[in-house]
């Protein structure tokens, strides 16, 4: 095929004229594309370590092999070589990038968190959101760890970072919900509502499980009937038709399953529920 033959005719080049540096990036590039890692890994460390090269080259060598190494999986060796490169050029947005999401993947949020901090500077942009996820991420490790104090202020951080970090929203209510402050729990997850309305069905099942220990499901009720009134998305009237059906009020839930599906013809969840409410409906019959 077109690889191969590419292939063929770069080497032939290279063995006609070895100094070619260009051959050789392409050539370690088309390895790569072919999935033969190893040799494109070879080629790379031929080209960094021959002498009188350009230290532009060395440096685009250097980068390729942090590729080649995270595509073939060694994350560890990836990241050391990604770390030489911003030791040369501290500026390099690709190589920090490919550092960070590195450290995601290790799941070492916090020089992830530190990393995404330093692209921030270098491109003047606007990611709050990811260092706010980072900063859940972190928090969540706290907690499983027991360091409830660590975790609280880590999800706090990263409200003030993000407003509509929903998922902190409810992580910091869980904390409050297993120190039985239910109320306190309840109200941070009706914040997540308020930051971000389009969420309001991921609060739903949390909150409900708080009101059911206060012995008191009506709030519930009101508050899913004022999102679906506000912000009517497939999910939040799915979630009221569930709290509906377990009042027993069948026909005010089938109403809400179809708003549902007018809203989202294809929500396999809502179709599904649909077909459990009539099958029941039908036996009782």
């Given amino acids: 095929n077109d ?4 292939i063929e005719e770069f080497t032939k080049s290279v063995q006609v004229n070895s100094d070619t540096i260009e051959t050789y990036v392409a050539l370690g590039n088309l390895y790569r594309s ?6 494109a890994i070879r080629i790379r460390q031929t080209i960094i370590l021959r002498p009188n090269i350009d230290d532009q080259i060395k440096l685009r ?26 030791q040369k050029t501290p500026s390099d947005v690709k190589a920090l990038e ?9 799941k070492d949020w916090d020089n992830a968190y530190r990393t ?37 202020s880590l999800f706090n951080k990263a409200i003030s ?36 309305p389009q969420f309001s069905f991921l609060p739903y099942r949390r909150l409900e499980g708080a009101y059911a220990k206060m012995k008191d499901l009506k709030p519930i009720g009101d508050f899913l009937k004022e999102c679906a009134q506000s912000n009517g998305d497939a999910f939040t009237h799915l ?13 005010d839930a089938l109403d809400q399953i179809n708003i549902a599906l007018e809203l989202a013809p294809s929500f396999w969840e ?16």
Avoid: P
Avoid at 270 to 285: N, P, Q, T, V
């Fill in 3 to 6: 690889h191969d033959q590419a």
């Fill in 34 to 39: 072919k999935g033969d890692i190893d040799r």
């Fill in 61 to 86: 060598a250097l980068f390729d092999l942090g590729v080649d190494y995270r595509k073939a999986g060694f994350l560890n060796r990836a990241l050391k070589t990604f770390l030489k490169v911003t």
């Fill in 98 to 106: 490919n550092i960070e999401r590195i450290y995601e993947e290790l």
């Fill in 116 to 152: 995404r901090q330093k692209l921030a500077v270098i491109t003047k942009g606007d990611y709050r959101h990811i260092l706010a996820h980072h900063l859940v991420e972190m928090g969540k490790v706290a907690q499983e760890k027991g360091e409830l104090n660590s975790a609280k």
């Fill in 161 to 196: 970072t993000h407003r509509e970090c929903v998922d902190a929203y409810l992580h910091l209510g869980d904390l409050y919900f297993k120190k039985k402050d239910y109320k306190r729990g309840i109200s941070t997850w009706k914040k997540a509502v308020e930051a971000a």
């Fill in 239 to 251: 979630a009221l038709a569930r709290y509906l059906y377990n009042e027993n009020d069948i026909d």
């Fill in 270 to 285: 809502a179709r599904k529920f649909r077909g459990e409410i009539l099958l029941a409906d039908y036996r009782e019959k």
